[in-house]
């Protein structure tokens, strides 16, 4: 998603002010939920909303701004219009001192006397509940990083690069196996993203006779950031391969769709 140009397109001030409906309202939520970015920018709209309805509403006429931007969001809602390529928001050179005046006032008025939209969303409770998510996350991402810092620096992990096969010579992985806890942990930084419809699938070997076992697919490795995947291994491999195949698996390997290939080193 270019989350970029879903910023510009306007649809976030729409959102803070109340005026979309409700299924758009669920939409903008969930993409606040999977895109940081766009959460920070909801934030900074409603912290630039509270900035300047504090400075200018004692000192206005509200009952004709109010009718103004009443009049504004029915209109709004008639055309739903929304371009698509609008500049970077900004209060000032957006709208000038003027529509500046009509709308951070109307959202003031929109954000305490709407009840429709109260009974919707509270955005106050919605920026909270994703705030704890963002640092729900961080705390899990740093519980992993020193997990994977200690499994590193442990002498008895045994380290296996898997070398590309092929075709796909170019690609590369690495097993770090922690016998002691029956685990792996692959970095697949290495490999491209699977087509649609395809998985990789991660392969414990013994070589006399070649003998594979699956160790199960990387159904996430396009979400997943890092591309370090934890996966449980109680068998006693003498090597790992890496192959492609269709989404849910094989029951054996795909072997000219094998990507990567590394034996354990006997010593």
Partial sequence: MDTKAYIDSG????????????????????????????L?????IEASIIKLTSAVAPSTNKNK????????????????????????????????WAAAVILGTGMFWLISQNKQLQSDIQIADTQQELLEIQIEKSKNSLEEANTLITVLRDDNITQIPLAGQGSFASTYAKVYWD????????????????????VYQVWSLKLSPLTPTSLGTIDNFISDENKIFEIENLNESEAFGITLEPAGGSETPTMDQLYTLGVVNAS
């Fill in 40 to 44: 920070q920018e909801v934030l900074e």
């Fill in 179 to 198: 016998k002691s806890s029956k685990r792996i942990f692959l970095d697949a930084q290495g490999l491209p993203e699977p087509p649609e419809g395809k």
């Fill in 65 to 96: 701004i109010f009718k103004a931007v009443k009049d504004h969001v029915g209109f709004a809602r008639k055309s739903k219009v929304i371009p698509m390529s609008k500049p970077k928001y900004n209060w000032i050179t957006y709208t000038g």
């Fill in 11 to 38: 649809i976030l001030e729409l959102y803070v002010a109340g005026t979309l409906s409700e299924k758009e309202n669920q939409e903008v939520y969930n993409l606040m939920m999977e895109h940081p970015e766009i």
